[in-house]
């Protein structure tokens, strides 16, 4: 079973700071996304990456593959109240069917 | 909203029963997958359907299971209910089920007393 380890698992920090969650396993994945999650809502997609070593910007997020494709960081400049959320990242494992392994994510509060 | 209906919203009932638990995907997506999400486990992949056909099975147990009508809609049924089964259960769909896009519903809160 591949695993996905999210850290950290919580983050309290104030409205204007920078952080960066980080998602780490031993299996190598075809790609990897990154989620936002709401009280009582479904995860939304925020993005996929799929090459070693890329990385994806999404306004004041900045998302990276590592180069083997086994790990993952998602930082936010300037966290905002409205950041606040779940954030989960899921892995494909390469061929096959779509199996996607979810992290047990990180719970961000932006206090204002 | 993402286009992806579930209902119930909230289900509540005991132990040893059974639920059926809807979805309806985003309009011509083709795609449903269900998921379980809980407190100690995170967010967990059951099975996935395209087209009607089962594509791949996650950690779904043996008293769980799904099917996809032709409509595309899709039930997930939960049998011999256990205290350990109350979680969120969201449905997804994407287009073709390969890794593109899912468009998560809003989930149904199961709670089994």
């Keep these: ?47 996929t990456v799929v090459t ?61 | 909203d993402s286009g992806v209906t579930q209902t119930p919203k909230h289900l509540i009932t005991a132990t040893g029963q059974r639920v059926t638990l809807r979805c309806s995907p985003r309009s011509g997506d ?19 359907y395209y087209n009607g056909e089962e594509r791949a099975k996650g950690n779904i147990l043996e008293r769980f299971s799904a099917q996809q009508f032709p409509d595309l809609h899709s039930e997930l049924n939960l049998s011999s209910l256990e205290l350990g089964d109350s979680a969120l259960y969201f449905c997804a769909s994407s287009v073709v089920g390969r890794g593109d896009t899912q468009y998560f519903g809003p989930g149904t809160r199961l709670t089994v007393l």
Excluded at chain 1, 16 to 41: A, D, I, K, M
Excluded at chain 1, 78 to 91: E, I, M, R, V
Excluded at chain 1, 94 to 105: A, D, K, L, N, V
Aim: charged share 15%; proline share 5%; hydrophobic share 35%.
């Design chain 2, 30 to 48: 083709l795609s449903v997958y269900w998921y379980q999400q809980s407190l100690d486990q995170g967010l967990q992949f059951l099975i996935h």
């Design chain 1, 1 to 47: 079973t591949q695993l996905l380890e999210q850290s950290p698992q919580f983050l309290s920090i104030q409205e204007g700071e920078n952080l960066t969650v980080y998602c780490n396993s031993s299996s190598v994945f075809s790609s990897l996304q990154w989620y936002r999650q709401e009280p009582g809502e479904g995860p939304v997609l925020l993005v």
């Design chain 1, 52 to 112: 070693g070593g890329e990385v994806k910007k999404l306004k004041r997020l900045t998302f990276q593959f590592g180069d083997a494709r086994k790990d993952s960081s998602l930082h936010i400049t300037a966290a905002q109240t409205g950041d606040t959320g779940l954030y989960l990242c899921a892995g494909a494992s390469p061929g096959g069917s779509y199996i996607p392994t979810f992290g047990r994510g990180t719970s961000l509060i932006v206090h204002p």
